[in-house]
């Protein structure tokens, strides 16, 4: 974190300042910010919040014997540490985050980039961090830290060196988002896709497509909005800004769009057309719905004025999307695992399945093992049903449904009238891996998609590993 008084931290916090007798109001803090005592090191902040299923507050001494410098805290502790009491810890941690990024803005380097879509934030997200982190310091969030809490642990990061912020910004209802962009105000504002992702929480697609809106509603018109040229309920959002307005997609009409793809088992290519002159990329990234996440990054690149070459050098060289996402697993020679089950939308299981599919057209055996696709609240039925009927129609050779929350998409297979048993329902991961176990055999590759609650990623890694 940005080094600060002890005195500036309670003040942007709204809190009171509780010292030890050794520390004074100027006693300075730079120490990392967390909300998990198990990653407190010597100079933390911990924030110790009330949770639904816990307090923080029960952990304060771990962090205190971990090292931690300073407690942000809803009631004074009986603990030898420096402490700032706040009304509110979530709150608390928000004007922070704010407080943060508004100082090394005033410094004149910082440029903040906010990300949001139904998919894609975090893969776009590790490209931008790929692009960036070679022209300056470069600070995004690990994994998917993307809500209340997550965002603004990650803004904190920053310090007066960081020259560029990636702030993946995500939501499960109205006001969500535009929380986050109050925190950082971001400079340049990304929207990939708006489709059915958590459209049980948000109430419909309607309101999915209003909360994603809120990234671009509040930008002045010094800021830039990246939209997806493709996706008509991202390109209504050009209505709703004030920023200047940057397309990018596979329509003509893109300023950044791609062409000419191609995805094999060994990753995804197309051409990049932009300004008048082409690119032939070459992404390690398995997978051609990436290939709108790669020029959704490419597109920031040209809007802040970098290389395209060297930003294009710099996607090329990221081995994988992230862990779980699209991950290549080869347990064998001749055998693929592709483990991306950490997240499952209809939009991505679909994109997921499509890409099983084109890089075992050359005799190579398909097998899809599915799970749940959650937080679909009343599409949820239909979803899986659609998925199912698509599975057979891509001609997948195999599939394995796991989970009673899943069992439409078996149900809607062996509908199919082309289809006749090459579906199986089972309970759980582990009979999934039996099924497989001596089953898989040169040429074959696999597919494990659902959402994380299903827990097949660890089925995935199972698969990955289970030929020596």
Known sequence: MLALRLADIAAACAGELVPTADSTPDTIVDGAVTTDSRLVTAGSVFFAMRGEFTDGHLFAGTAVDNGAALLIVERRLELPVDQIVVADGVSALAALASDVVARVRERGELTVIGITGSNGKTTTKNLLRAILGGVGPTVAPEGSF??????????????????????????????????????????????????????????????????????????????????????????????????????????????????????????????????????????????????????????????????????????????????????????????????????????????????????????????AVLGEMAELGDYANEEHDRIGRLVVRLNIAQLIVVGHGARHIHNAAGLEGSWDGESVLVGTAEEAFGLLRDELRDGDVVLVKSSKSAGLRFLGDRLGGVIA
């Not at 347990?331 to 950490?342: C, F, H, L, S, W």
């Open 146 to 367: 993307n809500n209340h809490i997550g965002a603004p642990l990650s803004m904190l990061g920053i310090d007066e060196e960081t020259r560029y912020l990636l702030v993946e910004m995500g939501a499960s209802g109205t006001g969500h988002i535009k929380r986050l962009v109050d925190i950082a105000m971001p400079d340049i504002s990304v929207v990939l896709k708006v489709g059915l992702a958590h459209a049980g929480e948000f109430g419909g697609i309607d309101a999915t497509q209003r909360a994603k809106a809120e990234i671009v509603t509040s930008l002045p018109a010094s800021a830039i909005a990246v939209l997806n040229a493709d996706d008509d309920r991202v390109a209504a959002m050009a209505g709703q800004t004030a920023a200047r307005v940057a397309w990018f997609g596979l329509d003509e009409s893109a300023d950044v769009r791609a062409d000419d793809i191609e995805a094999t088992a060994t990753g995804t290519t197309f051409t990049l057309v932009a300004d008048g002159s082409a690119w032939p990329v070459r992404m390690r990234i398995l997978g051609e719905h990436h290939v709108m996440n790669a020029i959704a990054a490419l597109a920031v690149a040209r809007e802040l004025g970098l290389d395209l070459a060297a930003a294009i050098a710099a996607i090329e060289a990221v081995a994988r999307a992230e862990r779980w996402r699209m991950e290549v697993l080869e347990p064998a020679p001749g055998i693929t695992v592709i483990n991306d089950a950490y997240n499952a939308s209809p939009d991505s299981t679909a994109a997921a399945l499509k890409t099983l599919a084109q890089i075992s057209r050359r005799g190579r055996r398909s097998i």
